[in-house]
């Protein structure tokens, strides 16, 4: 049996318009895991779209006309986008390796390439290119990986959630080989590394050139040039017999043929995915080169935050305008950054006991004034955030006084230790009590301590009343967010500043 009678009708969605229609596009997006209800209430809100939330934890899927890409590249929830060519929501994988990966390679020709084509060249020019990353703002190897993805431990990307996962990211390039499998795949690296490492320049040869699905070639100023592309297959599921590798071997070779495009694991042009989850199977091509949460950060620390998770805490406690939202804890200043960014009629105000995580704090607020400066936008008011050093036991400001405290608290790994929690978080807790307004004050909280937070929080429930708890993957850790609402108690003054 084929493999798309394999999928049976099960192949979902489909980016092909009939003629005439307005250019479409199933886009779909990776997201904090965790916080894919949130990135779906910012797609509704902001493109009027409906978003189904993948059984892969970390992805949504919704639908927009072509037109709409500039929208969906300011979104402030999702990492990375890619436009859907089909999905097969029941796949049925043969039991035999030889045959399953047959299966895959016959797909590519019956798959509906054309509007997803073009939907990535329109994207083409709206896309962010990779950008160089100074090495010398790296803290040695072990921190590498922090600097990229954030949180306390940093770490990979944040879509690999499943035990089961095979080499999650894992792109193979296929060499050319005149139609022929390759046995031995070329470059199989792992796809953080190559966002780390690689300077990918040269792809931006692509502006203002016309791809062509059907000869495989971008045709720029009268010459015409052959696409180079990669496949990046994430498997996830313990029923399969291939891995994901030689899903991504057998299926890219079959792409190469099909359009005879020349594969190449760094300098491409089309990135092609293959996400397979258990018997999901979903065929893509990227639209960003490099995750959008890294939109605001240019002086890095060991533990920032990414953006998308800051913004999804964020938007857990609902700012309002004129609201005063505070990070105590604010390191490089990921969380108030965001704040000050989407939420820009609140006043935020950051602090950290640090004085090199508040210089950095400040240096990525005057990078974040300088962005808005060249935009010659109506921002020439600034940035509604001060930052100032602090320690968060005794904060210099007044009582009630605050509407909002967002921080992601040190987990005691990387940043302080297990011990120093103990003391640390029930002291954390009270002053935020104190700053926070009776009866409507919260405070959204991350932390991986969740023991120590918990025993924390029973010692001061007459405060803080948990609301919600959002379990979320920062770098491969289990932590979680806590949502906490102001009790109308009075809450105890230690020390009395004002
Ligand atoms: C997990 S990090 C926050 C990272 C931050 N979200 C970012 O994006 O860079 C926790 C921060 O708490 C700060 N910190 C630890 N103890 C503190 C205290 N007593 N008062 C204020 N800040 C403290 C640390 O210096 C550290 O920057």
Not at 278 to 290: D, K
Request: net charge negative; charged share 25%.
């Amino acid at each position: 049996m084929a493999a798309a009678e394999a999928a049976g009708d099960a192949g979902l969605r489909t980016a092909a318009a009939p003629e005439g229609a307005e250019l479409a596009a199933v886009i779909g997006a990776t997201v904090p895991t965790g916080f894919e209800q949130t990135a779906a209430e910012e797609v509704q809100e902001k493109l009027g779209s409906a978003s189904s939330i993948s059984r892969d934890r970390g992805k949504i899927y919704f639908e927009v006309p072509a037109r709409s890409l500039p929208q969906v590249h300011r979104l402030r929830s999702v990492d990375n986008l890619f436009v859907v060519v089909q999905e097969f929501k029941d796949y049925q994988f043969k039991e035999n390796k030889e045959d399953a990966l047959k299966d895959l390679e016959d797909l590519v020709k019956k798959l509906p390439w054309t509007d997803p084509l073009k939907v990535w060249e329109l994207n083409n020019s709206l896309k962010k290119k990779k950008t160089k990353r100074k090495k010398h703002n790296l803290q040695g190897p072990a921190s590498r990986g922090k600097l990229s993805d954030g949180g306390e431990e940093g770490g990979a990307d944040q879509n690999s959630t499943s035990d089961q996962e095979d080499c999650a990211q894992n792109p193979v390039a296929v060499e050319p080989t005149g139609g022929q499998d390759t046995e031995n795949p070329q470059g199989v690296t792992s796809r953080n590394g190559v966002e780390e490492e690689e300077d990918n320049e040269q792809s931006d040869v692509k502006v203002g050139v016309q791809a062509s699905s059907e000869s495989g070639t971008q045709a720029g100023e009268g010459e015409a040039k052959v696409l180079r592309f990669r496949v990046t297959c994430n498997r996830a599921g313990d029923k399969h017999s291939f891995t994901s590798n030689e899903a991504a071997r057998d299926f890219g070779g079959a792409v190469q043929e099909h359009f005879q495009w020349k594969a190449d694991m760094t300098n491409f042009d089309v990135e092609v995915l293959l996400n397979i989850h258990n018997n999901e199977v979903v065929v893509g091509i990227a639209l960003t080169e490099e995750s959008l949460h890294r939109r605001n950060i240019t002086h890095f620390g060991p533990t920032t935050l990414r953006s998308t998770l800051a913004y999804g805490m964020l938007r857990l406690c609902d700012p309002q305008p004129t609201d005063i939202i505070v990070d105590p804890m604010c390191g490089t200043g990921a969380i108030p950054i965001e704040g000050a960014a989407e939420w820009p009629h609140c006043y935020h105000i950051a602090g950290d006991n640090s004085p090199q995580a508040v210089k950095r704090a400040a240096n990525n607020i005057s990078s974040l004034l300088r962005k808005n400066e060249s935009k010659d936008s109506s921002t020439a008011l600034g940035v509604p955030l001060d930052v100032i050093q602090w320690d968060i036991c005794s904060l210099p400001l007044r009582t009630g006084s605050v509407d909002i405290v967002v921080t992601d608290m040190p987990f005691g790994k990387r940043m302080g230790s297990k011990k120093k929690n103990w003391d640390l978080y029930p002291a954390c807790l009270m002053e935020m009590g104190r700053i926070c307004t009776p009866g409507t004050g919260r405070a959204v909280l991350l932390t991986q301590d969740k023991k120590c937070f918990a025993k924390a929080l029973s010692r001061v429930g007459h405060i803080w009343r948990r609301a919600q708890t959002v379990w979320v993957n920062v770098g491969g850790l289990h932590a979680a967010v806590y949502l906490l609402r102001r009790t109308w108690e009075r809450a105890d003054e230690t020390r009395s500043f004002w």
